[in-house]
């Protein structure tokens, strides 16, 4: 089980960009499935992007066409690229991986003005 530790969050204005990073503190190469999740303020946790080992996405429909999540197995580190961010945006946003054995990193808060 790798250790995952999140980075990159801020205050943006609306229409902002922004760059998540998720390290691993161990090798990813054998992790299929690492994602991105979302809290907001009195919400449940909602899956943002996925992706696997051979490069395959998904996304919320609510990122799609914004956000770009990639990996970099050789820096066992996980991006979430954010771009043309809304206030609805606003979140704490957590890496994860894996799906037999979980890992989740720390939480990173993501905060967008109107």
């Known amino acids: 089980q790798v250790q995952l530790v999140a980075s990159g969050g801020g205050l943006v204005q609306a229409g902002g960009s922004l760059r998540l990073s998720c390290a691993a503190s161990?090798?990813?190469?054998?992790?299929?499935?690492m994602d991105w999740y979302r809290q907001a303020p009195g919400k449940q946790r909602e899956l943002v992007a996925t992706?696997?080992?051979?490069?395959?996405?998904n996304y919320a429909a609510s990122v799609k066409g914004r956000f770009t999540i990639s990996r970099d197995n050789a820096k066992n580190t996980l991006y979430l690229q954010m771009n043309s961010l809304k206030p609805e945006d606003t979140a704490v946003y957590y890496c994860?991986?894996?799906?037999?054995?979980?890992?989740w990193g720390q939480g990173t808060q993501v905060t967008v003005s109107s």
């Open positions: 994860h991986a894996g799906r037999v054995i979980h890992s």
């Open positions: 992706i696997t080992n051979d490069g395959s996405t």
């Open positions: 161990g090798s990813i190469f054998s992790i299929n499935v």
